[in-house]
Structures are given as C-alpha cells and as structure tokens.
C-alpha cells in the first residue's frame, strides 16, 4: 500500500528512553526522515538517515534502518517533558525533480514526571 | 532570520466564499509544496512546485489551486470552499529535491462551516 505507519501514542516517563516506530512502503526509497511537530508549530526536521546505512547517531537520538523489514524507529534517550510532541517519520520517494516526501500519520508522544 | 511564513494562522469561513493562504519564504529556495493534516492521516501534499510557473498535483487537489508567480511566493487557493476542507494546512520549501531539509510554515487551521 501507500501507507506509511506509526503507531498513534507512547507514553514514558522524563528519563526513560522513547522508540518510535515506523513501518514505511517502497523498497527503493532514498532517504528517510524524522520530524517533530510541537503544540502550534510547523514540522522541524530532526535527523534523516539515507538508505545504504542501518544506524545513525546524533547526541540523544538514534535511527535504526532495517531495509528487509521496510522498519524505521526513532530511539531518544534520556526522554525530557521539552520532548513532548507529535513524531512524524517521513519517506522520500522517486529520485530528482520527480521526487516526493510521503509522511506517517505521526505519534504523539507524552512525557510524564 | 530563514522562515516560511503563513497567513493567516487562523480562519473560519463558509462554504462556497472563495479563500487565498499566503506563503512566503525568504531562503531563495525552488521547491515549495503544500500539505494538509488532518487526525489519524498525517500530512498529505496537496500541490507542489519544482519552481517559477511551475506546479504539479499532489496526493489530495482535489478542490485547490495554486500558483507560482514568483519564486518566494506559493499561495494556496480554495475557489469554492466545503466542510471537508477543514483542516490544518502547512506549507513547505526546500533549496533542491526532497532530500534537502524542508522548511515549514506555522500552519493555518481553516475551517469552513
């Protein structure tokens, strides 16, 4: 299908690690992206990884890729209250001038002391 | 300061009065798209553009035009508006294809009665 998919919520408590997860579609996708979403606000890019690497790290965030399983997760460790937000993982389909940005439905993600 | 800027940020109006969505963005950039996001769906594109005069359908045009008169200006337009227009609407620019960071407006919460 054209689906990308998230799971819709993921509670945690402040400390704990959070993993979001992400099902996405085409094989041949290029890159793919993670982006957060605050109360209000617009999308701001967070990481993206390209498809020829299994794992990306930037300070408390980490992409895990597995291309066979078409799975994307988002693994932010030491989870803050300021990291309370919706979490769009997002595929980029096509290559060049035909290419597209297809997003998951997002997973709001709940911080709690 | 580099930023998409959406107006405006709120608006109700009724079904059938003709409605514009300004965007705006001062990075230079080709690309401009716009997204609506409604719950449970994600962020679907409505249209996009590659560049000046420039624009193509995106997953949901159904109802919409746009134009790109020039580079930093992609206006969204509802002709004739209907309920099932009511949404939270974002626009988007890179500098090259979709593989480069997009940039998001505010958002504009519309709703049509």
């Known amino acids: 299908g054209e689906d990308v998919e998230q799971s819709l919520f993921l509670s945690v408590r402040e400390g704990d690690s959070s993993v979001i997860n992400c099902t996405y579609t085409?094989?041949?996708?290029?890159?793919l992206y993670w982006y957060k979403q605050e109360p209000g606000a617009g999308l701001q890019l967070l990481t993206y990884?390209?498809?020829?690497?299994d794992m990306k790290q930037d300070q408390r965030l980490t992409v895990l890729l597995n291309k066979k399983d078409k799975h994307l997760s988002l693994r932010i460790a030491d989870t803050q209250t300021g990291d309370s937000a919706i979490y769009f993982c997002?595929?980029?389909?096509?290559?060049?001038?035909?290419?597209?940005?297809?997003f998951g439905t997002g997973t709001r993600l709940q911080v709690t002391l | 300061e580099a930023q998409v800027t959406q107006n405006p940020r709120y608006l109700i109006t009724v079904t059938g009065k003709k409605l514009t969505v300004t965007c705006s963005q001062n990075?230079?950039?080709?690309?401009m798209s716009w997204y609506r996001q409604d719950p449970g769906l994600g962020l679907r594109q409505i249209y996009y553009?590659?560049?000046?005069?420039?624009?193509d359908k995106g997953d949901v045009p159904e109802g919409y035009k746009v134009s790109r008169k020039e580079k930093r200006n992609f206006p969204l337009i509802l002709e004739s508006p209907s309920p099932n227009q009511t949404s939270l609407y974002f626009c988007?620019?890179?500098?090259?294809?979709?593989?480069?960071?997009?940039?998001f407006g505010q958002g504009t919460r519309l709703t049509v009665v």
């Open positions: 988007a620019s890179s500098l090259g294809g979709w593989g480069t960071e997009a940039f």
């Open positions: 085409d094989s041949s996708s290029t890159y």
């Open positions: 990884i390209f498809s020829n690497m």
């Open positions: 997002a595929e980029r389909k096509g290559a060049g001038t035909a290419s597209k940005l297809t």
């Open positions: 990075m230079n950039h080709e690309y």
């Open positions: 553009s590659m560049n000046v005069e420039v624009t």
